[in-house]
């Protein structure tokens, strides 16, 4: 499994970024993506997932109404849309696959468990 993250940028406040994720070597339905971030010094936090194997997404609360996960099935990337930035959302973006194809999955997605193979990161700084 490899992931590959693109499209972090600076940006002001207000603004809008789309991120990239870019998957490799696995079964593309049985798998649910999900993004996280993380500053220094604190822990990595789930952003939003998606499940290839049932099309779920959640969210964390911080993004609600901000951000959107969506796919391409032919190419196996999944995108984070993210609009209205904050300096908050300042951050390294990681995507990382969870295996999704089994009863329960959306119970674990939903806590952002189970969770590995992270990329290489890609860096969002929102400027006030």
């Given at each position: 499994v490899q992931l590959v993250e693109s499209g972090g940028a600076l940006v002001q406040v207000g603004g809008s970024l789309r991120l990239s994720c870019a998957t490799y070597g696995f079964s593309w339905r049985d798998y649910a993506i999900g993004?996280?971030?993380?500053v220094p010094g604190k822990e990595r936090e789930?952003?939003?997932?998606?499940?290839?194997?049932d099309g779920s997404v959640g969210y964390a609360d911080?993004?609600?109404?901000?951000f959107t996960i969506?796919?391409?099935?032919?190419?196996?990337v999944v995108y984070l849309?993210?609009?209205n930035l904050k300096p908050e959302d300042?951050?390294?973006?990681y995507c990382a696959a969870a295996y999704s194809n089994w009863f329960?999955?959306?119970?674990?997605?939903a806590r952002f468990e189970g969770f590995d193979s992270f990329g290489q990161g890609t860096q969002v700084t929102v400027s006030s």
């Open positions: 993004w996280f971030r993380q789930g952003v939003s997932y998606r499940s290839n194997s911080s993004v609600k109404g901000r969506s796919s391409d099935g032919r190419k196996k849309q993210m609009n300042t951050a390294v973006y329960g999955s959306s119970w674990s997605l």
